[in-house]
């Protein structure tokens, strides 16, 4: 069973402030990893993804992996109140289409 | 560009009876997958679809079905609803190959179940 593992929070964090999200995987044939962003009573958007070990910045976001650790995260810098949300973890082990997703991290973002 | 469509917004169902729930993919993607989220919870995998297959099924019991027709939309069919198929039901599309990870989801059908 591929599991994704993810604290569901609240995370709160004053405007402003980095907000860290972290994310475990126990397949390590996992390849690809995707953090989607799900604003109450609407659907999931992908914001960021990820294939490598290291750091992917794409504006106020970044996103961190190590496989070795099976851990992924994403920081979000410079946080607003417009971030406020729940943030999905996905998982694609090699050669699969389908991700695994976690069951979100809410974060709370204060003015 | 239309995005992923789907509908019903919003269905509600007594116990025993069947529904059907329907999604058009974002125009050049030709991949439907189904997905259940309950509340609190991260969206579970029912089904994919591709080229009217079933290209990979979710650990759901056979009481969901699925449709892709040849324009790619698709239909989500559930038989002898439970009160636990309560949930918000997303549809997400992608394209066969290349950016066939990158999910684009549809605005859902929450289905209550009585």
């Known amino acids: 069973q591929k599991e994704v593992e993810q604290n569901s929070g609240p995370l709160s964090v004053p405007e402003g402030a980095i907000a860290s999200l972290n994310c475990t995987y126990s397949?390590?044939?996992?390849?690809?990893f995707f953090w989607y962003r799900q604003y109450s009573g609407k659907s999931p958007e992908l914001i960021m993804f990820?294939?490598?070990?290291g750091d992917k910045e794409d504006g106020r976001f970044t996103a961190q992996l190590n496989k070795a650790s099976q851990y992924v995260s994403l920081l979000i810098r410079d946080s607003q109140p417009s971030d406020s949300a729940t943030y999905l973890c996905?998982?694609?082990?090699?050669?699969?289409?389908?991700?695994?997703f976690g069951r979100g991290t809410s974060l709370i973002v204060h003015p | 560009d239309a995005g992923v469509t789907q509908s019903p917004t919003h269905l509600i169902k007594t116990r025993g009876q069947q529904v059907t729930l329907r999604c058009s993919p974002k125009?050049?993607?030709?991949?439907v997958s189904w997905y259940q989220q309950a509340l609190g919870q991260g969206p579970q995998f029912i089904f994919q679809y591709y080229e009217e297959e079933e290209r990979q099924r979710g650990n759901f019991p056979d009481r969901f079905s699925g449709h892709q027709f040849p324009n790619y939309s698709s239909e989500l069919n559930v038989n002898a609803l439970l009160l636990g198929d309560s949930a918000l039901y997303l549809c997400?599309?992608?394209?066969?190959?290349?950016?066939?990870?990158?999910?684009?989801f549809g605005s859902g059908t929450q289905l209550s179940v009585l």
């Open positions: 997400a599309s992608s394209p066969a190959t290349g950016a066939g990870e990158k999910l684009f």
């Open positions: 996905a998982v694609n082990s090699g050669g699969s289409y389908i991700p695994t």
């Open positions: 990820i294939y490598s070990n």
């Open positions: 125009s050049g993607h030709d991949t």
């Open positions: 397949d390590r044939g996992s390849q690809s």
